[in-house]
């Protein structure tokens, strides 16, 4: 009997077997979708594998198989499956991943037809294209607009001569000069999609690349042409120009016929990256991103998938596009944390897309002007290969960095702290030139937190131990970790005296106290309050446009904007991310100041950043002043292997949580027994920490208790984990306990 086997879209670490129906036979292969009675209901699984055996008892028939053609190319479906070995999860939730969005939850979708039978591609008009050949020209040979031309394919790859006569009006002379040498091409090709995007793009003229960026370029793309597998970590201060390496990078792998996966952080922080990639790709690039309708992410996955479209650019899911022939994957920013997938499979994009690159022998490119100590670890130890660019693209010096020491240094005339006498000149000078001023202060809403005068009891959110945040416009107080909102109270909920007071400062009053010190300045905020998605861009679009003078922003103001006229950046407090219990604060803390001050002197007049910081000599805030990056990595590796944290070991995270407290407790108590058990943990080859309750103990109703694993070598970790995965099985209903792989949340 022909059997599958079978994942599907549940909890349940294995995958499922069942008959294969012989009308379906054909259609029943490894990547394909299959809808399945499971439960009463019906679930789209994938297949992983079919085999001629005997039908276990009561096993079901497929109802139905989605696929002509597998929907997941083997490669994928592999990685998918080691990607879910490694992190102890369910086969049927790491292939979810990778599915098709409309129709990974509910045969009803999947079995619509008109889905599936959605025309392919739109121009089947067939016009003339120019392309590039490998062809290398005598030095001097060309001259005017045929070698502005044929720069110009090789950055961007094929172009219909008509689009270049839109730039070169004597396109086609110097096309023929060029196909006479031997270095272009002229093929008839489908005409150019209609746009995927609904507004046409202007293609851009790439710079010159500098020498830097060439070296960078060559031996990138250089590995592209070997069949070896390699990670390259590319290390720019900002401003250096990375994303030309990437642009460049992807038009020759591309050229050499394989697809690309661009990763940032988060694409709705980045339209103006987005927006290079398709002024120098146009439609050849799929965008995926959070405010495409389930239809549009649907077009954007076929066509990858049909091979229609090979440069994939998006958040860290853009990780498993179906990208035909991969060849190279570069995440930006790749300390960003946000890489990290925080709930149900707890992967992390930049560890997998080395996997990724790896296993196709590709090419992986991780860039960054704050490299995280795992990629500069994986450096040190010989697996990946640094690239530097020490200099700004266009030779600007790196802003001056000068620390304002809050112990000594006391207010401005505003007479509030946050701005210091050093900030409010700088504000005043950069106000007078007419140039712009970016305020950082990683907390968002009016005052941090509210506290009775009278018992000293703060408010906290109902269902999470965490305090609330007074938000003034909307006037109600919120809790950050499950959105609980309420009504100021008058009177405090613990003694009943009308004693409240607001304490600390957010962006929201730091906003109010500028508007008020400075009433000729254009104040704008940017942070989650007033910024969702297309607002991000608005905000950012008014600051390029210069209609705003000071810009006061959470985190979402340190992504890599270029914004040429901002020649002030205050970091209004240094200290905030240190005072968290994680052993990367300190990290974190160095690359937002760095991140934050690469924002200024991007342009031609010189930068200057001011740091308030309470704790000066702290390594993350002394290094940082100094964009001394190698400094801080050399100090940081040293406390960590001193301290045995990661990336010196490897650690993980069982997470137990429960409504009920002590039931919680219990389940951690048991799961640490299971581990302290294991022959590892006995030899002390893995240690054990916790049971413990987590450092935010309670969310959203659910008491939070965890136990860390460490140890110097992988293997034995997992042996660990292997126990305690098999005994969180055995745990209380009401009890849910998760493995977190190489953790970076720890709150
Ligand atoms: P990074 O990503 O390293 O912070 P960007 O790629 O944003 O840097 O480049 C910074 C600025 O320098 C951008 O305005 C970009 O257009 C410009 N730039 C990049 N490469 C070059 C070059 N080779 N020549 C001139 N300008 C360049
Ligand atoms: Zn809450």
Redesign the pocket.
Known sequence: MLLADVALPVPIARAFTYVVPAAHASRVRPGARVVCPFGGRRLVGVVLAVREGEAPKNAKAIAHAVDEEPALPEDLLAFLRDLATYYFAPIGEAVRLALPPVDRDTAREVEEPSLFGEARGVGARRIQWVVPTSRVEEAGALRGQAAALLAHVRAVGAEPIAKLEERWKAARAAVKRLAEAGLVTVEEREAPRESLFGEPTTRDVP????AA?NAAIEAIAGALGEPRAETFLLH?????????VYLRVIAAARAAQRGSIVLVPEIALTPQLVARFRARFGDDVAVLHSGLTPRERHGMWKRLHDGEVDVAIGARSALFAPVRALGLVVV?EEHDPSFKQEEGVRYHARDMAIWRAHRLGGVCVL?S?TPSLESEQLVRTGRVTKLR?TE???AQPMPRVDIVDLRRIGPGPTGDKRISMPLYRALEETLRAKEQAILFLNRRGFAPSVRCEACGQLATCQSCSVALTFHKRALVVRCHYCDFEAALASRCSKCGAEALTLEGVGTEKLEETLVAAFPGARVARLDRDVARGKKVETILGRMRAREIDILVGTQMVTK?H?L?SVTLVGVVNADAALSIPDFRASERAFQLLVQVA?RAG?GDAPGRVLVQTWDPDHPAIAFGAKHDVDGFLVQELRDRRELGYPPLTRAALVRVDAVDEGEARDACDALARVALACEPVRTGVVRVQGPAPAPIARVRNRFRFRVMLRSVDRAPLRVVLAAVEEARASLPRGVRASIDVDPVQLL
Not at 207 to 210: K, S
Request: hydrophobic content about 20%.
């Open positions: 710079h010159d690349a500098t960026q720019g201060v900002t401003g250096s120009g990375k994303t030309e930006d860039g002007a660019l700004r693209a266009r890599g270029d040429p690469g991007r």
